[in-house]
Structures are given as C-alpha cells and as structure tokens.
C-alpha cells in the first residue's frame, strides 16, 4: 500500500516548517516520540522515518477522524516504528504516556486546526463554506459554537473578538450578532459571515482579508479553549523538568535521596527525583520540545515559558528568535506565513 493510499480521504495538509522540525527534534532511531497533534500525519510520517521500527511514536490529537488517519498513514511505511494511539487533548500528556509506560525523548505540537478541518463545511470553521456553527475540534465533546453565541452577552463576545481575533470593529461586530441571534436568525457559518460583514459596512470593502476573519478564529479558539489547552501543556512539561532540576541540585551536594542507597549511580537520578517528590515518569534526560504557533497569543505563551525554563537552568533554547518558514514555503503554502517555531533542549541530569 502506498502512503497516499493507505486512508481514502484526501490528506488535504501540507505540514508546515516539516525540515525545520524534524532537524530541531535531533531524532535518532529507537527513540520514543510524541506527536501531539497528529493531524494529517505529515510530520508523524517523516518522524516515524527517523525513528525506524525500533522506535515507538505516540500519536495523540482531539480529532478522531485525523488521529485515525495519521495512524494509517504512518502504519503504512515501510519499517513503521510501533505506533502508539491516545484520542487525547495533548493537556493529558503525561497521563498518557505514564498508562502506556513510556519517556518520551521528543514532543511536538502544531497547534491549531489541519486544513481539512477548515475545507469541510459541516465542521463550521470556515465563513466560506456554509454549514452549522460547530468548531469543535474534537466532535466527541464540549460545546458548539452556536452554544456558546446563544448563552454570551453582547460585551463579553465583544471582548472574546477583541482579545483572540484583535479585530478594532469588535464592538460593533458582537452588536449585530447578538441582534439577530435574538431575531432567531443566527444558525449557520453563512448567517455569521453575514452579521459581520453588514457589522464592517462600507470597511468591507477596505479590509485585506475578508472581515469575517478574525470572529471565526476568535470563536474557535474559544470554542476549542486552545489557549487553556496549551497553558496546561506547558505547566505539565514545568513541573517534570522542575523535577529534573532538583534531581540535579540533589547530585550536586553530594546528597543521597536515592532509594537504592549511597553506591547508585548518576544514572539513577531520574529514581532520585522520585524520591523528592518529584515524579519522572515520562520524560527522557535531554529530551526536545517543539512547538509551533500560528497566533500570537500561542506565540507569547510559549516564548514566556521558554524563557523563564533557561533562565531556571533546566532547558537550553534551540535558537533565540523563533524560527519561521522560508519565502519559498511561504509562497507555496499561504498556512506557513504565520508560523514561529520554538524548540527546547531539556538539560540532561
Ligand atoms: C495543524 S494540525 C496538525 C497537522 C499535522 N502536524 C500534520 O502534519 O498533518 C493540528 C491538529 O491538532 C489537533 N489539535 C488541536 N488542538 C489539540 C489539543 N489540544 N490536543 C490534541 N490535538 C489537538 C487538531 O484536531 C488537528 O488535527
């Protein structure tokens, strides 16, 4: 079976910066890795390449349908790694890899939405393609878009439009939301697109992207709470290498928090953390850490922890700008134009 065939759908994503990330993560065969995003499985395959059949990838993504066809996909290759699955918010991380016993000595998130997300109207991500308000990422669960504009007051979307989607007509936008929803005329990704372009008025005609831009990302974030998600992850990751940090401090005196008593060796640091309190379950001494952003919010989040973790001592940072995709991705995919990538080092004991 070729990797095109493997699912029948369309793969319908180009992954974004793939040799950029794949360089960052420093792969080497046999290596444990995360992918917390499967999506498509664009960067699935080309790590699942890396890491050869005696490599594990745990594959994890919100969106049952993709987290399925990823794992086909990588399944597919020749000398496919053991392919790990987890219908997971990447917020369970470390749940998940601790129920399947494994460290990870790589993590990746590319966060967002896949574009196949967006090019299927009955999702309702997309003001171009008519369909019901939903946005939910993972359809198993959560609350609709719909449901959360029919319960919202006309301030609080307001606020919601301004902060995620930064769009100056915010007011005025959730004024004539909020209007014909209480008309009873508020049921589609059509009635929404509409509502905002009568809300811009003659600015419609002024504004580069289509005006409705900004309300649609605005919602799904919300609607998909991905900056609490990625919040989460990142406190999750804190806490293990904290713990890592103070394994090390531990080696340093000379101290002997170990169970194995005074002769155990540097080895058994990870153990000593446990012994702290601190439990390493899950995550490799040097393991990598990539994350890619498509909003600024994301971007910020990620930046202040990255640089609050090397300033502690626990990560070094691959790089102190973030990288971005080249004119040449960028020309080819249009996705590509707002992505930052941060890679981490986590520092070995
Ligand atoms: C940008 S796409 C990933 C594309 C993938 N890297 C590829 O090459 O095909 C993002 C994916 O992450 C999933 N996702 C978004 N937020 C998530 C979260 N908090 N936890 C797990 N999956 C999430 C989405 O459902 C989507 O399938």
């Known amino acids: 079976m070729s990797v095109g065939d493997a699912p029948h ?12 990330i794949i360089q960052g993560l420093d792969l080497e065969s ?62 369970n991380v470390a749940d998940v890899l601790r129920q399947h016993s494994l460290c990870a000595d790589a993590f990746l998130a590319d966060l967002g939405f896949a574009s196949n997300q967006m090019s299927d109207g009955a999702r309702g991500f997309s003001f171009a393609a008519d369909g019901p308000l939903d946005m939910r990422l993972d359809q198993s669960t959560g609350e609709s878009a719909h449901a959360l504009l029919s319960r919202v007051t006309e ?28 008309l009873g005329l508020l049921k589609t990704t059509t009635d929404l697109a509409k509502a905002v372009v009568s809300a ?91 994350i890619l952003a498509f909003h600024s919010l994301e971007d910020r989040l990620i930046k202040r922890a990255f640089t609050d973790w090397e300033r502690q001592g626990w990560v070094t940072r691959i790089g102190r700008k973030p990288l971005v995709a080249s004119e040449a991705e960028c020309g080819a995919n249009p996705r590509s134009r707002s992505a930052k990538l941060r890679t981490v080092r986590i520092v070995g004991i």
């Open 9 to 20: 759908d369309p793969i319908d994503h180009e992954p974004v910066m793939l040799r950029e």
């Open 30 to 91: 046999g290596n444990t890795v995360v992918d917390a995003t499967a999506g498509r499985g664009g960067h699935a395959q080309a790590i699942a390449r890396a890491i050869g059949r005696q490599g594990t990838l745990l594959l994890l993504d919100v969106d049952e349908i993709n987290l399925a066809f990823a794992s086909e996909r990588v399944r597919a290759l020749a000398d496919a790694p053991r392919v790990v699955v987890a219908h997971s918010n990447f917020s």
């Open 155 to 182: 301030a609080e979307l307001a606020d919601l439009i301004f902060q995620l989607g930064e769009d100056p007509f915010s007011r005025r936008i959730a004024r004539r939301i909020i209007y014909i929803r209480d």
């Open 200 to 290: 811009y008025g003659g600015k419609a005609r002024q504004s580069r992207m289509h005006p409705a831009t900004r309300t649609f990302m605005a919602l799904r974030i919300a609607v998909n709470k991905e900056l609490e998600s990625l919040d989460t992850l990142l406190a999750v990751f804190q806490q293990e290498i904290a713990g890592f940090s103070l394994a090390r401090a531990a080696d340093f005196k000379g101290q002997d928090h170990s169970i194995f008593g005074a002769g155990a060796s540097q080895s058994d640091s990870i153990v000593r953390g446990s012994a702290l309190g601190t439990p390493h379950t899950w995550l490799a001494r040097n393991a990598r850490m990539a």
